[in-house]
């Protein structure tokens, strides 16, 4: 069988790949992880959102926050709750400029609910709605076209968001001053 790739292509690949990762978590601000815990842990109630592979991560995010023990939903799933005064809708749409997205934080707006912001376009829409907003330095689909990144589209953003989803639970947790056992508690047994 002919080799379709180098094993010096891949380690390269790899490489490559880590150090994206790497410079958009280095590029995040201890503000805006201030602002996010403090915007999370204050909130009666979440809901998230997210389009594509993002929303997968928002709603990897939500079962965290669950576990956390914190009142979470997802938007668009049946359980979603009136959210309004007191509660947070947590929004991502790292190239930003996303209909669908724009349209919720605005009926967040109007029911009274904060929100709390992560993207990679800080300064385009619906950005101007957040109360916080989460900078994540990557690669998002509105700035691929001129990248040599390793990662296609916006893989860079959509990790990185990943694994600060997962960081910050970790200081909820230490927050809340819970631990593992905990959070392990409340995961579901219905698998």
């Not at 880590?18 to 403090?38: D, F, K, P, T």
């Amino acid at each position: 069988m002919k080799q379709i790739i180098s094993l010096a292509d891949w380690e390269l690949q790899k490489i490559s790949a880590m150090n994206e990762i790497s410079e958009a978590i280095n590029g995040i601000s201890q503000e805006s992880l201030e602002a996010s815990i403090r915007e999370i842990t204050n909130a009666k109630k979440i809901a998230v959102y997210a389009c594509g592979r993002e929303g997968l991560t928002m709603k990897a995010f939500a079962m965290r926050l669950f576990h956390a023990g914190l009142s979470v939903h997802v938007v668009g799933e049946m359980t979603t709750p009136y959210i309004g005064t007191g509660d947070l809708l947590i929004l991502t749409c790292g190239p930003g400029e996303v209909s669908t997205v724009k349209a919720i934080a605005n009926q967040a707006k109007i029911s009274g609910a904060r929100i709390l912001y992560f993207t990679a376009q800080p300064a385009i829409s619906p950005a101007e709605l957040a109360d916080s907003k989460f900078f994540i330095p990557a690669q998002t689909m509105a700035n691929d076209t001129e990248s040599q990144n390793t990662l296609p589209m916006g893989s860079a953003f959509e990790i990185s968001l990943f694994l600060v989803c997962d960081l910050l639970v970790n200081f909820i947790k230490f927050f809340r001053q819970e631990n593992s056992a905990v959070l392990r508690a409340r995961h579901t047994n219905m698998e």
